[in-house]
């Protein structure tokens, strides 16, 4: 099925550790971002990227690195976890930056001890 | 940047007609309203968006008021599939980013 995939589904990090996480998408979409969503609270931005090979922050990028090589995949690097990035984190696509038809995955829970 | 305003809880019954406000005094001209919402243990999803008109599709309607500060999302039958987090987001002239509030949650009572 066409969609978002996020991997993995969830993990356990101990401080300082690094780690990726996965996210890939099948619709050719331009637009790719990842948020962080903490417990009973909104979305926040943390980087996106327009296409291949260009990416920017968003609202809080600091402990997180990007880049996007091809179309279908924009990983989100975690340089030395910390317990302030426990959180569910969610990669986002669209066809274009316009903000209509995002399509969501499914999540990846981090816990970082 | 433009902000929206959400009752943080609603209640409605199955089969009945749902009305979700949200506010956004300050919204300029160029802005986009898009609703999107969060079922239970999943990303979010899109419902609808709009700029000036109302506008309808398979999911909702979505009634702007005509000076734009507030805007209504209304689901003409709740189910219980229904039950959600969902939030009213202003887009940024510039496009790059969609800035999520805390939302309504939703329930749907049986």
């Not at chain 1, 609270?41 to 091809?70: F, K």
């Amino acid at each position: 099925n066409a969609g978002v995939t996020q991997t993995p589904k969830f993990q356990v990090l101990k401080t300082g550790q690094s780690m990726t996480l996965q996210c890939a998408q099948d619709m050719n979409h331009e637009y790719m971002s990842w948020y962080r969503q903490d417990p009973g609270m909104g979305l926040r931005l943390i980087h996106y990227s327009v296409g291949a090979g260009i990416t920017d922050q968003g609202e809080v990028p600091n402990g997180y690195n990007v880049s996007r090589s091809t179309t279908e995949d924009f990983p989100l690097r975690l340089l030395s976890a910390a317990p302030s990035q426990t959180s569910v984190y969610f990669c986002a696509s669209s066809r274009n930056r316009d903000g209509y038809g995002y399509t969501f995955g499914s999540g990846t829970r981090l816990t970082v001890v | 940047d433009a902000k929206t305003t959400q009752p943080n809880s609603m209640e409605s019954n199955e089969e009945e007609p749902v009305h979700l406000p949200c506010n956004h005094s300050t919204i300029s001209g160029t802005d986009y309203i898009h609703w999107y919402r969060q079922l239970p243990s999943q990303g979010p999803e899109y419902v609808i968006h709009g700029l000036t008109s109302n506008v309808n599709n398979r999911m909702a309607s979505l009634a702007i008021a005509e000076d734009r500060k507030s805007s209504t999302l209304i689901l003409h039958r709740a189910t219980l599939r229904d039950a959600a987090v969902y939030y009213c987001i202003l887009q940024e002239t510039s496009g790059s980013r969609l800035t999520f509030g805390e939302g309504t949650q939703l329930t749907v009572n049986p």
